[in-house]
């Protein structure tokens, strides 16, 4: 039986990579020292996979910035607008046009945009998107997955195996554009540049190549279908003697099963933890000729694989293809799990020990290829760490899950209408027509991290931190009173990250010291552990809130992260359904909205950024996941008397095919983004009648440009003919704590400008 792995993390067991990438960027070191940094991580890493024991090692899984701006390199897909970057030729030159397509170009009197990045499936990691034109060509433009492969086999010999992205899914999860023509019919052009590249390959020693095709879980059209028969075909037809490998994950096949153990490679890998249940019909359709790829061990958690489980499942694919047809791996490259856990030192042991990151996860995946082969030693020590985790009572508390046990559709149920809370609301706050709010957070300084940085230190004492944080939360309260907004807030000066700062508070969340994951070119991300059972045992914002409201007359808004963001942007448990999780948390959330309601707070926003994040990959699955995200959101405000406003806010902006599961959400008030698309979005929401009050957002908080009153007024006129004027909020996109407040209190008084020009302008009706 073969071993194998997909891909390792790239950015070095302490970030080394993403500390050279912006010392890079910012000139502090050459090209040389980029580059020598780069060349250890890669040898780290391939010594890790080594000594673990693995027998197809992955390499081109490096890249400085992202995987698919290496493949649009490699293909020459390089947009127009880098040409002034192509004319020399140096090292140097292609790595500055390679990070100019990722990030922008603004030097020697150009101004060229980067490439649109965009999330790699249903992951946290972005992709920088592919841009193809009508009359596009491919041609090899780069050399670093040959160099790639003669460095590995220099260290890994035969067990080299380059790694591309496949042919289809590199186009399917590009963009035309231009208008005329099908990127789907560019696989002609394509697939001669990719035998080439399989060919070279071949000729250096390479004796398998891996073609990374996760659109293979894609709800695919008969024509996307028939690209995937005409180019495996071809590459099978013209590649002969190097073994393809081609890699699914992330979902099940389903109805692309026959499709794609019908198509002409070696071995097929599939996801087994996303989707255990496809074993038996990709076994029952595999051909004699095709291996699998068991993808066994979760690279996409932080948990330690369940080896009894995962036998059951290997066993299965011995009896039916023989040992020689069967290949273990992790489920997914392990790009997205930490690297790791030896390097976390504080994590209590017990739990530490139900845990494995990306290290811990190859000597698994050889673990088990060596317990099926016979060597049941290797099972004791994890049997007894799986059930300890099953039965300890830091993960289990029967009290919280007996709660979650009896959700009613009270506990999830406003106890009115809208139409009744809405008149309500209007009477007790007094609001003029188009009310001016802010999303939450405003600029976040150098003075106020490193503020909360000390306190973290212990360099400062409790008093010493309050007393700042107090400061700079009664001036921001002062600005905006001055500047006439009408609903303040307090400005979120106290909270680094708006899911840590509630895990931190809440039972049942661990936190790592190193556990970081690429979430796009040197920006990581190092999500909180979700482990067991999560409960609140204290007030996590009633403290600042009531501070806030304290310091004025005018309405407070307290300011809440919603469950399914926070189970979206932590490490899930694995021993419980998503949808339990996050009932869990949002009776925690609906308990610190009931506290703050008590507090006297009237206003409370539950932020749900992420609710369209979660949505799954095939479409026959959205409305499960839909109905149990709105519910969670429910329970959060089912709490509530019938005069307190439930506020939520969400920075995206499509909403067409969940409109309905946004409006049963029943959120007094929804702020969204909209200002990029000209209130284009709006449509749907008037298309649908969407019923309670609604915000658009009419600036665009990603950018430091400050929009004129009248850019605002119109945006705020094109609303008011779309939806009811009396439903309408006046506020930014977003939240403004990546802002400076130069441009803020520019863009924040323009807006409470247009605000009063419009009111003047619209004649409003009243609430019934
Ligand atoms: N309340 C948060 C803030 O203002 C919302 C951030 C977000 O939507 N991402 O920062
Ligand atoms: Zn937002």
Not at 701 to 724: D, M, Q
Request: aromatic fraction near 8%; glycine fraction near 6%; proline fraction near 4%.
């Amino acid at each position: 039986m073969l071993t194998q792995n997909l891909g390792y993390p790239r950015i070095g067991g302490h970030r080394q990579l993403k500390k050279a990438c912006e010392q890079f960027w910012s000139g502090k070191i050459d090209l040389t020292a980029l580059n020598s940094v780069a060349d250890m991580i890669k040898e780290q890493n391939w010594q890790a996979q080594l000594e673990a024991g693995i027998d197809l090692i992955p390499c081109n899984d490096f890249s400085f910035y992202d995987q698919v701006l290496d493949t649009s390199m490699l293909l020459g897909a390089i947009p127009e607008r880098y040409s002034p970057l192509l004319s020399a030729n140096s090292a140097y030159n292609k790595i500055e046009l390679y990070f100019a397509m990722a990030r922008g170009y603004q030097k020697n009197g150009l101004d060229i945009t980067a490439m649109e990045m965009t999330k790699w499936l249903d992951t946290n990691y972005h992709y920088i998107v592919p841009e193809f034109v009508a009359d596009q060509t491919f041609k090899i433009s780069d050399d670093n997955v040959f160099n790639a492969y003669s460095d590995a086999r220099q260290i890994l010999g035969e067990s080299a195996k380059p790694v591309l992205i496949g042919p289809v899914s590199y186009l399917l999860l590009g963009k035309e554009k231009e208008a005329g023509f099908d990127r789907v019919d560019l696989i002609h052009k394509l697939i001669p540049v990719y035998i080439d590249i399989i060919n070279r390959l071949k000729k250096q020693g390479a004796t398998w190549v891996q073609l990374d095709e996760p659109c293979l879980v894609l709800d695919l059209s008969q024509k996307e279908k028939d690209a995937f028969i005409y180019a495996y075909k071809k590459i099978a037809d013209q590649t002969g003697g190097i073994h393809i490998l081609l890699a699914t994950y992330f979902d099940a096949l389903l109805d692309n099963t026959e499709l794609a153990v019908s198509l002409p490679v070696e071995a097929l890998h599939i996801d087994l933890v996303r989707a255990p249940e496809q074993l038996e019909e990709v076994l029952a359709l595999a051909p004699d000729s095709l291996s699998i790829s068991l993808g066994i061990v979760d690279g996409r958690n932080v948990w330690k694989n369940d080896y009894q489980k995962s036998l059951l499942l290997i066993n299965k694919a011995v009896e039916k293809l023989g040992k020689e047809r069967v290949i273990i791996a992790p489920s997914c490259s392990l790009l997205h799990s930490p690297i790791d856990l030896a390097l976390e030192t504080a994590i209590d042991p017990e739990i530490k020990n139900w845990m494995a990151f990306a290290k811990q996860k190859l000597s698994e995946v050889s673990e088990l290829t060596r317990i099926a082969e016979g060597n049941t030693t290797l099972l004791k020590a994890n049997i007894e760490a799986i059930a300890s985790r099953k039965s300890s009572k830091k993960v289990h508390k029967p009290a919280v899950k007996a709660r979650v046990d009896t959700i009613t559709d009270a506990d999830a149920t406003r106890n009115s209408p809208f139409r009744v809370r809405q008149r309500l609301h209007h009477e007790r706050f007094n609001l003029p027509a188009f009310p001016t709010t802010t999303i939450g957070s405003f600029p976040q300084t150098d003075d106020i991290r490193q503020l909360r940085a000390k306190f973290k230190k212990g360099a400062l004492t409790n008093e010493q931190y309050e007393t700042a944080i107090e400061k700079a939360t009664t001036d921001v309260i002062r600005w905006q009173e001055e500047i006439g907004l009408d609903v303040l807030v307090h400005g979120e000066f106290e909270r680094n990250d708006m899911v840590e700062y509630f895990g931190e508070q809440l039972d049942g969340f661990l936190f790592t010291a190193n556990g970081w994951v690429q979430s796009y070119g040197s920006r990581c991300v190092k999500p909180p552990v979700i482990f067991g059972d999560i409960s609140r045992s204290n007030d996590m914002t009633v403290r600042w809130t009531s501070f806030a409201a304290k310091q004025t007359t005018k309405p407070m808004k307290g300011m809440l992260t919603g469950p399914v963001t926070i189970l979206q942007w932590s490490f899930v448990r694995d021993d419980q359904p998503r949808e339990t999780t996050a009932a869990q948390i949002a009776f925690a959330i609906r308990d610190e909205v009931l506290a703050l309601e008590k507090a006297g707070i009237g206003i409370i926003q539950i932020d749900e950024a992420a609710i369209r994040e979660g949505l799954p990959l095939r479409k026959a699955k959205h409305t499960q996941y839909l109905n149990w995200a709105v519910k969670a959101f429910r329970i959060t405000a089912g709490g509530v008397q019938d005069k307190t406003q439930i506020h939520t806010h969400m920075c995206y902006s499509e909403f067409n095919n969940i409109i309905e599961h946004i409006a049963a959400m029943d959120a007094d008030v929804i702020t969204i983004e909209t200002s990029r698309s000209q209130m284009e979005l709006l449509q749907a929401f008037a298309h649908f009648e969407y019923p309670n009050e609604i915000g658009p957002g009419v600036y665009d908080i990603h950018s430091p440009r400050v929009p004129a009153t009248e850019e605002i007024a119109s945006l705020l006129k094109k609303a008011a003919g779309l939806l009811p004027a009396r439903n309408l909020w006046v506020n930014p996109d977003c939240g403004l704590k990546t802002r400076k407040w130069p441009e803020t209190k520019a863009a924040l008084e323009n807006m409470v400008a247009a605000a009063r020009q419009i009111r003047q302008e619209i004649s409003v009706e009243a609430v019934l």
